[in-house]
C-alpha cells in the first residue's frame, strides 16, 4: 500500500480504490503521474476547485513540473476536504428527537398482538387477519411519524446553514461593493491630481514658451538703420526728411510685427501641441493602468465568488449525504426499536 493510502487521508479503502480508477483514466501512459491540465478535470468531476487544488499542489510541491501523482492527488483531496470542513459555518446542528416510540402506541400494538394470539387461539383466523392489518398500518403510521420528526430536524439544520451562507454571502458581496467603490474614488483623485498637474504645467510652459518666442524675434537691420537715419536727420533739423523716413520706418516696424507675430504664435502653437500631446499621453496611460486594475479586481471577485459559491455548494451536499445517513440510521433504530420494545412488552404481558 502506498504511503498515501494509510493514514494521511480520510479514506476508506474503497473510495481510494475508486479514486485510484478514476485516477488511471487519466494516466493514459501508465506513468503513475497525470498532467496538472487533466488533474484539474478530475477536480471538476468530482466537484472540486480546480484552481483552489492548484494553490494546494504549490504548497506541497513547490517545483512541482506540472505532472501529478496519485499520492499528491489524495493530498490535495484531504486537504481540500479538510478546509471544507472549517469553512463550514459554526452553527450547533439542532439535536435530533429521540428515537422513541409513543408509549400509548406500544401499548395499542401490544393489545393488538393479544388479540390477534387470542382470535388465532380461537380459531376466528378472520379477527386475527384484522389484527394484523391493523398492526402494521399503525406500526407504518408510527414510523412515518417519527421519520417526519427527524425530517423537521434536519431541515431546520439546512436552513441555519443555508441562512449562514446568504448572510456570508451577503458580507462578501458588501466587503467587496466597499473595495470597489474605494477603489473608483482613489482613481478618481489620481485623474484629479494629474488634471491639475497639467493645469499648473501648462502655466509654467506658456511663461517659458512666450519668453522664448521673444528671444527668436528681432527688428531688421534695415529697420535699425532707417530709425538711426530718421534720428540722424531730426538732430539735424531736417524734419521734412526725418518725418518722411519715419512713416517707411513706421510701415517697416508695423510689418515685421505681424511677422514677427505670426512667428511666435506658430511657435507656440507648435510647442504647446507637443505638450497636449505628451499629456494626452499621460492621461491615456493612467486611464489603461485604471482599467486594468479595475478588470483585475472584477475577476478576482469574480474567482473567489465562484470560489465562496462551489465551497457552499460542497458543504450543503455533505450535510445532506450525512442527513441521509442518519435518516437511514434512524429508519433503522425505529424498527429496531419498536420491535425490542414489543417483545419485551409482550414477554412482560405473558408472565
Not at 494546494?56 to 506540472?66: A, G, H, R, S, T
Request: proline share 2%; aromatic share 6%; hydrophobic share 35%.
Amino acid at each position: 500500500m502506498d504511503t498515501a493510502e494509510s493514514n494521511e487521508t480520510p479514506y476508506s479503502e474503497d473510495e481510494i480504490n475508486n479514486l485510484r480508477q478514476l485516477f488511471e483514466i487519466f494516466d493514459k501512459d501508465q506513468t503513475g503521474k497525470i498532467d496538472l491540465s487533466d488533474m484539474e478535470q478530475v477536480m471538476e468531476n468530482l466537484g472540486k476547485d480546480p484552481a483552489e487544488a492548484q494553490s494546494i499542489l504549490k504548497e506541497i510541491d513547490p517545483e512541482n513540473d506540472n505532472k501529478v501523482t496519485f499520492d499528491q492527488f489524495l493530498k490535495m483531496l484531504a486537504e481540500m476536504e479538510k478546509r471544507l470542513r472549517a469553512d463550514t459555518p459554526k452553527i450547533p446542528p439542532p439535536e435530533l428527537p429521540a428515537v422513541q416510540a409513543d408509549a400509548k402506541v406500544l401499548d395499542f400494538l401490544n393489545l393488538l398482538e393479544e388479540y390477534r394470539a387470542k382470535c388465532e387461539g380461537e380459531g376466528n383466523y378472520a379477527e386475527a387477519k384484522k389484527a394484523i392489518q391493523k398492526y402494521e398500518e399503525l406500526k407504518k403510521k408510527e414510523t412515518i411519524r417519527q421519520l417526519q420528526s427527524v425530517r423537521q430536524a434536519q431541515e431546520q439544520e439546512l436552513q441555519e446553514i443555508e441562512e449562514a451562507q446568504n448572510s456570508q454571502l451577503s458580507e462578501f458581496s458588501k466587503a467587496w461593493d466597499e473595495y470597489m467603490a474605494d477603489y473608483e474614488a482613489t482613481a478618481y483623485l489620481s485623474l484629479e491630481k494629474l488634471k491639475e498637474r497639467h493645469i499648473l504645467e501648462y502655466q509654467e510652459f506658456r511663461a517659458k514658451v512666450i519668453k522664448e518666442a521673444e528671444k527668436k524675434v528681432k527688428h531688421s537691420k534695415e529697420l535699425l538703420e532707417m530709425r538711426k537715419k530718421q534720428q540722424t536727420l531730426a538732430r539735424q533739423k531736417l524734419y521734412e526728411e526725418a518725418e518722411a523716413i519715419k512713416f517707411k520706418a513706421d510701415e517697416l516696424e508695423a510689418w515685421e510685427n505681424a511677422k514677427n507675430e505670426a512667428i511666435m504664435k506658430k511657435y507656440i502653437e507648435a510647442k504647446e501641441k507637443k505638450l497636449r500631446q505628451n499629456q494626452q499621453l499621460a492621461l491615456a496611460a493612467l486611464l489603461k493602468r485604471i482599467e486594468r486594475d479595475r478588470n483585475e479586481q472584477i475577476k478576482h471577485r469574480e474567482m473567489d465568488s465562484k470560489r465562496l459559491m462551489l465551497r457552499n455548494k460542497n458543504i450543503i451536499n455533505t450535510i445532506i449525504n450525512k442527513q441521509n445517513g442518519e435518516a437511514k440510521k434512524t429508519l433503522g433504530q425505529i424498527k429496531t426499536m419498536m420491535g425490542s420494545d414489543f417483545k419485551r412488552m409482550r414477554s412482560v404481558s405473558q408472565n
